[in-house]
């Protein structure tokens, strides 16, 4: 006892000479700050005069964008002074929320995720901010869990200045869904880590705006690639996949393929997936032998799967959603045999894939800002900074509109048409969704031997992929009339 | 010598609910406070001196030691408690999850059978609730539209069936025998609810539940709402009182948490109280006494399912959608942290468990943020140690949006801490919160003297 | 997995046998980590929630230990070398003088370790200094004027230099011990050296993976378990559970690149289709880590038996038979309680390291699904009985068959069972048995007195 009591004293004593000591160097700090400002507003002023009397000096000379960038910087600051604003936007900053999993099992992903959307927001700021307004992204941790994930919305959605105008990250299918009825009724959006067709239903989704395609259109166009590779007319097909809205969206859109195309299912493994070991899924699959299969799983799952049935004897070509494959699974004794039978599918262009402007602007600022990034997932960089051209488009557009409310912010990106730039084909998301709905992905081939080794992780490796098909939209996929989810979770 | 504990004159006074007048004022205090506690009820605010007039020697322009402590700023609030802020959600989580580890106690630490099974019980209890309080109109999923006045006394019901159903095992096995296979039950109730998604509801998304609205029947507009975005002003004619939705579901859940609390502290004194509590010290023992060992341990499961399938249905309600495999095994575990850190065989132990057990992980996550945003003081020279704020930089704990390298991020370290705080507790305080009460109750019962 | 291809008409006495194969494979894993719980369980009373973890953070170990890819360019006729091998070769691969210098110097560090860990009075001190002068010397490393801390190596010098400089300062004089140690490894090095050969290396990387586990295992004991002694059951359960989900983020935080490959020999190598790490029998596939766990999960049961009958087995089942009495005869209490503790956290890791391996995983790597494999032998530790070593052999056993085979028969009634029933049916299996025998099948019943 006596021990406690001389530790709580000692402690106590600490903590208060901490407080005193933080709170002197506080308020001198502020003294500083203050001049600073000050200092630093006159600069600006200073700066500003300059480069007025510069653009005079300077006349015609120069071509006429960079007047008309002066303008619009001009003209958006008198516009920051009339935009409206409700919560999340101040005179100066704009906060933007995640919520993403950056300690579950797919923070590996989705921390390279944010650290895209951070880089992309730091040169924006660079550049002046949106409307004159610094973004400040609020990260939280939803460690891919629902009730986490309803916490981080609480405080995200909160109706006062600690709020925010737009969520630019919800990592999971089942964890953006738990907070769909909310975003309608709070008038947020949202980008979702999921790309689950239910999304572009008006009644459930509305304001979650997905990009690219979705897993329905990625199983159609998937099945349809495979038919073509197989050489065959009508190939048999199996369906393998996880339960719930990723997986069973992915095997909606294999069926409806194999029911335009007349394939005959010989297992239908619709969220057949469940638990730790796969042997009945690999025991039937072998003794099913179709000659090709659409797989929507995790990358593990693959790799149990997959391993499992060619150890069986099964030699199907395969494919299957983009988050099924991950290219660490080279690195496993089933390289080989990915390297022969399966084909990686995605929504967008990966690092470096083509020569696209906005890809040599991703590349080089994301190894300029990022110097000990995570390389060896690299391909997910894009899906980060595509997102964040989305959420600048869109504030841009509100601030445009001159509001920038929540309710404002749904109405631009009702609005707009986002130019990916040569990273995922562009998309708008104004009318029926059977119109605006992409229906394009990307069909890689895996090429072990291209593949280099990623470690350290912090130098750029080739992920061993060649790419077969850019923006490939099947027959099926183009005339499917998307008028309501493939797969349907809600009652 | 009045008041003194463990000093009894009569049989009655022993079992009284609060045998002390002490305890009976601190209950009546903490209900008080948790009543209070969504409100923000600022007595007074004046103008409180922040900083000493500069013209003061030494002192001049430093903070009065008043001022350091940010909420006083706004002026002196005599009573300020949580108002409708985001704690309330964490705030109702607990009252909710109180419930079961009350359930639990009683299975545990009354009657001495640990279980690791009562997440099924609180998901059994959720199925229940969706199932008799689902939109009847639905098709992917059975509903039958019933009001909050059956489903929630039936999902108590429903999952007491299960629990007696159960109890027969318990008969059987004694210690971590039962604890594991009762943690069987977890994976084979996650399973069913995977094979019938028309109750369940989506594998990995779940269904939406039914909220907390009171109706008579059937009828669209509620009677009474509480989950509902509608702002009552001026309750008591006070504009303090005006609640939101948040405050009418924490209010919601406080009083069913009393009222069950209430019905369990009786049970512990009852008859069947002091049956369990014999079963618990000796079974044989309790057996040569004429109690019937299978019948109670029956009871026992049955009220400790009770009180977590209401439980259930209140959680998977406050949290509108849920999937069967939350009730997962993270959650029994929860419910046995909680138990052993509050105390086991105690209603209050069961209520300061859970209080430190789910707001635990938000404090550490608090902590952590706080620090990261220090960059003054000794507590940013601490924060500086700690993080490792930009490539190149060393510390043990990086900031979210840095590359993982072999530092974890803050939100990983939150998750360490949780563990290792558990870990610390049980070895500095074996008999959890209640033990630091005891400690502190003799110390105060000697004193002055020593002994 | 390439070269031969089945045919897809297999006898169904191939499917039978190959599945009966499997079972075993998976009932090894699951038996290899049940004996660690039973050996816990007996010296200690305390089911160790833990396991998991420890097995995943061994298994870790082994990746760490074994860190060159197998397609990194290789000079001519060189293959890379396993770091403890040649510190001093920065790219893996070491020169003549290099590998030298390598060997003398592990082997003198090797043995002042084994003086320091066996010096009786001083050696928390001499392994506490240890921890804390290396963490200090990573983090001066980042600091201006100290970057020749930088290298690993030269860091682990100095934090060794420091933990013998606090032991010499606590009274501890270099016994003969070193001389023991630094011979032994010397022979040791200078013979895998002479031999290079891949599996040699392998299991020698295994065999240092699985100590630093048992050592990691020691050190858990120490600091959360011993305080504990006499507190009730649940309460020490609690506390493992606080280690795992502390420890269990460390282990999925490393690999949060997803893979982490461990290299067993008998893989193949993934860049050549020709090597397939397994043969057709029968027309059906058999991986060599199929036998290699069987093979290990008998190494482990032999070397459990041989220890029980060892001066430190007796003493051991002493302790768990009566732990006063045993206290009373003269036997530390607190050694048993570590060597328990480092005997089944070494078989945590061997068991994470097969549960990397086909058939529980295809992926040959460290995953984040590895750590479950301990959950997954639980109910294999309660049918054959918390404190019985032939219980954990054969409920490991019989809870890897039943699960294989109700996957590979019942896989056509999915429909009506349910996707994924197999992973329930280990539970059922339990759940029967134990209500026929409530002390699973070799558990010792609880005398019940009043």
Not at chain 1, 337 to 365: I, K, P, R
Not at chain 2, 159 to 174: D, K, Q
Not at chain 2, 428 to 434: A, D, K, Q, R, S
Not at chain 3, 59 to 72: E, G, I, M, T, Y
């Amino acid at each position: 006892m006596t021990r406690m009591r001389w530790l709580v004293a000692l402690v106590a004593a600490l903590s208060l000479f901490a407080a005193a000591c933080s709170a002197a160097e506080d308020a001198a700090d502020t003294a500083t700050d203050a001049v600073g400002d000050a200092a630093e507003a006159a600069g600006d002023a200073a700066e500003d005069a300059a480069e007025a009397v510069e653009d005079v000096v300077d006349g015609d000379d120069d071509a006429m964008e960079e007047e008309d960038a002066m303008e619009e910087e001009d003209a958006m600051e008198e516009e920051s002074a009339e935009i409206a604003t409700d919560y999340g936007v101040t005179e100066d900053a704009i906060r933007i929320g995640l919520s993403a999993d950056l300690s579950g099992p797919f923070s590996a992903l989705t921390s390279v995720i944010v650290d895209a959307q951070t880089a992309y927001f730091d040169r924006v700021n660079e550049n002046g901010g949106i409307a004159g307004r610094e973004v400040e992204l609020v990260v939280l941790d939803n460690a891919y869990d629902v009730p986490t994930q309803l916490d981080n919305y609480a405080e995200l959605a909160d109706e006062s200045e600690d709020g925010v105008v737009m969520i630019s990250q919800s990592t999971g299918s089942p964890h953006t869904s738990a907070i769909a009825g909310d975003l309608a009724d709070d008038d947020l959006i949202a980008i979702p880590l999921s790309w689950y067709s239910g999304w572009a239903d008006q009644e459930f989704g509305s304001n979650v705006f997905e990009l690219y395609t979705n897993y329905c259109f990625e199983g159609m166009n998937g099945v349809e690639f495979l038919v073509e590779q197989s050489g065959e007319a009508a190939p048999t097909l199996a369906i393998v996949s996880r339960p719930g809205e990723y997986g069973q969206d992915g095997a909606a859109g294999a069926r409806i393929a194999a029911e335009a195309l007349g394939l005959e299912i010989v297992y239908d493994g619709e969220g057949a997936i469940a638990g730790d070991d796969f042997t009945p899924v690999i025991s039937q699959l072998v003794a099913a032998q179709p000659q090709i299969v659409w797989f929507t799983g995790s990358p593990t799952e693959l790799a149990q799967i997959f391993g499992g049935a060619a150890a069986g004897g099964l030699t199907a070509l395969w494919s299957g959603s983009s988050p099924s494959y991950n290219v660490a699974l080279l690195d496993t004794p089933v390289g080989p045999a990915l390297d022969a039978f399966y084909f990686h599918s995605t929504y967008a262009a990966l690092w470096n894939a083509n020569d696209s402007a906005g890809m040599q602007d991703m590349v080089s600022e994301i190894t300029a800002r990022i110097p000990e990034g995570n390389y060896a997932q690299s391909d997910t960089y894009v899906i980060g900074w595509t997102e964040a051209m989305f959420a600048e488009a869109v504030l841009e557009q509100a601030a445009a509109n001159g509001d920038m409310t929540r309710a404002g912010v749904v109405a631009a990106a009702n609005q707009v048409t986002v130019d990916f730039q040569g990273l995922a084909p562009d998309q708008s998301w104004t009318g029926d969704p059977n119109d605006f709905a992409v229906r394009a992905s990307y069909i890689y081939d895996v090429v072990l031997a291209d593949a280099t080794p990623t470690t350290p992780i912090t130098e750029a490796g080739s992920s061993g992929l060649s790419l077969v098909k850019e923006n490939f939209v099947g027959s099926v996929a183009a005339g499917f009339e998307f008028t309501e989810p493939c797969f349907v979770s809600e009652g | 010598m009045r008041g003194r504990p463990k000093l009894f004159t009569s049989y009655e006074a022993d079992s009284a609910i609060f045998p002390t007048s002490l305890q009976k004022w601190l209950a009546a205090a903490g209900i008080l406070l948790l009543f209070m506690l969504p409100f923000d009820i600022p007595f007074f605010t004046g103008p409180v001196p922040r900083a000493f007039p500069d013209s003061w020697p030494l002192l001049g322009g430093r903070y009065t030691l008043l001022g350091q402590i940010p909420i006083l700023q706004d002026g002196i609030p005599l009573v300020r408690f949580l108002g409708d802020s985001n704690w309330l959600r964490p705030m109702t989580e607990v009252l909710i999850f109180a419930i079961a580890a009350i359930g639990l106690n009683i299975l545990a630490g009354v009657a001495g059978q640990v279980s690791l099974g009562h997440a099924f019980f609180m998901g059994a209890g959720a199925c229940t609730a969706a199932v008799l309080g689902g939109p009847e109109d639905s098709e992917l999923f059975w509903g039958l539209g019933l009001p909050i006045w059956i489903w929630l006394p039936a999902s108590g019901i429903v999952a007491a069936l299960v629990g007696i159903l159960v109890s027969p095992t318990a008969v059987r096995l004694r210690g971590l025998y039962l604890g594991i296979v009762t943690l069987g039950l977890v994976f084979i109730g996650i399973h069913l609810a995977r094979v019938f998604p028309q109750i369940a509801g989506d594998t990995e998304s779940g269904r939406r539940y039914p909220e907390f609205d009171i109706r008579a029947w059937k009828e669209g507009s509620p009677q009474v709402t509480i989950s509902s975005e509608e702002t009552v002003t001026g309750w008591f004619g006070l504009n303090a009182f005006t609640v939101t939705e948040r405050q009418k579901v924490y209010l919601f859940c406080l009083v069913v948490l009393l009222a069950m609390a209430f019905f369990g502290k009786n049970l512990m004194r009852s008859r069947t109280g002091r049956a369990l509590q014999a079963i618990r010290d000796r079974d044989i023992a309790a057996e040569v006494m004429g109690v019937n060992e299978a019948k109670y341990k029956m009871i026992a499961f049955a009220i400790s399912s009770f009180y977590a399938g209401i439980a259930g249905a209140m959680w998977a309600s406050f949290l509108g959608k849920v999937a069967g495999n939350q009730f997962s095994l993270f959650i029994s575990v929860e419910f046995i942290a909680i138990l052993l850190i509050g105390g086991a065989g105690t209603m209050s132990g069961a209520l300061a468990g859970t209080f430190f057990v789910i707001l635990l992980p938000e404090l550490v996550e608090k902590a952590t943020e706080w620090l990261a945003e220090q960059d003054s003081g000794i507590s940013g020279a601490i924060g500086d140690f700690l993080l490792t704020e930009g490539p190149g930089d060393f510390g043990p704990i990086s900031e979210p949006n840095v590359a993982p390298g072999w530092a974890l991020n803050v939100f990983d370290w939150n998750v360490v801490i949780y563990g290792v705080l558990i870990v610390v507790f049980l070895i500095f305080e074996p008999l959890g919160l209640f033990g630091i009460w005891i400690k502190i109750r003799n110390y105060w019962k000697g004193w002055p003297f020593s002994y | 997995m390439l070269s031969v291809l089945a045919q897809s008409d297999v006898g169904w006495f191939a499917t039978f046998f190959n599945t009966i194969v499997k079972g075993l494979a998976v009932g090894g894993v699951y038996a290899i980590i049940a004996l660690g719980f039973v050996i816990i369980f007996k010296a200690t009373q305390v089911l160790n929630f833990a396991q998991g973890a420890l097995a995943a953070t061994g298994a870790l170990f082994l990746s760490f230990l074994v860190f060159d890819r197998p397609n990194q360019d290789a000079p001519q006729g060189q293959t890379p070398a396993t770091w403890w091998r040649a510190p001093f070769a920065g790219d893996g691969f070491p020169d003549y003088g290099e590998q030298w210098a390598s060997i003398v110097l592990i082997s003198v560090l090797a043995g002042v370790a084994l003086a320091l860990i066996t010096g009786k009075s001083i050696s928390g001190w001499a392994i506490g200094s240890f921890f804390a002068a290396f963490l200090a010397c990573r983090w001066l490393a980042t600091r201006e004027g100290f970057t020749w801390l930088d290298e690993p190596i030269v860091s682990l010098i100095v934090a060794f230099a420091v933990a013998v400089g606090v032991g010499v300062a606590r009274g501890w004089r270099p016994p003969v011990q070193i001389g023991i140690g630094a011979a032994a490894t010397f022979v040791a090095l200078v013979v895998i050296a002479a031999i290079d050969n891949e599996w040699i290396e392998w299991l020698g990387n295994l065999v240092i993976a699985v100590i630093l586990g048992a050592l990691f295992g020691m050190i858990l004991e120490r600091l959360a378990i011993r305080p504990m002694v006499g507190e009730p059951l649940f309460s020490m359960a609690v506390i493992t559970l606080g280690l795992e989900i502390a420890i269990r983020q460390f282990a999925n935080d490393s690999v949060k690149i997803l893979n982490r490959p461990i290299l067993a020999p008998w893989e193949g190598d993934p860049l050549d289709p020709a090597s397939d790490g397994g043969f057709f029998a029968g027309g059906v596939f058999y991986n060599w880590s199929w036998f290699a766990i069987l093979f290990a999960a008998a190494i482990s049961f032999v070397a459990v038996f041989l220890f029980y009958r060892s001066k430190l087995g007796v003493a051991m089942r002493a302790v768990s038979f009566d732990q006063e009495a045993a206290m009373a005869q003269g036997i530390n209490v607190g050694q048993v309680f570590a060597i328990a503790w480092a005997f089944g956290a070494g078989l945590a890791v061997l068991g994470g390291v097969f549960a990397t391996q086909p058939p529980i995983s295809q992926e040959g790597s460290v995953t984040v699904l590895t750590a479950l494999v301990a959950f997954r032998a639980l109910p294999a530790v309660i049918l054959g009985g918390l404190d019985s070593v032939q219980g954990a052999a054969i409920g490991g056993l019989l809870i890897g068959l039943a699960e294989i085979f109700a996957g590979q028969y019942l896989a056509r009634f999915t429909d009506t069972l349910g996707a994924g029933y197999q992973t329930i049916v280990p539970y059922v299996v339990m759940l029967g048995v134990l209500l026929v025998r409530p002390y699973g099948l070799f558990g010792t019943p609880e005398v019940r007195r009043v």
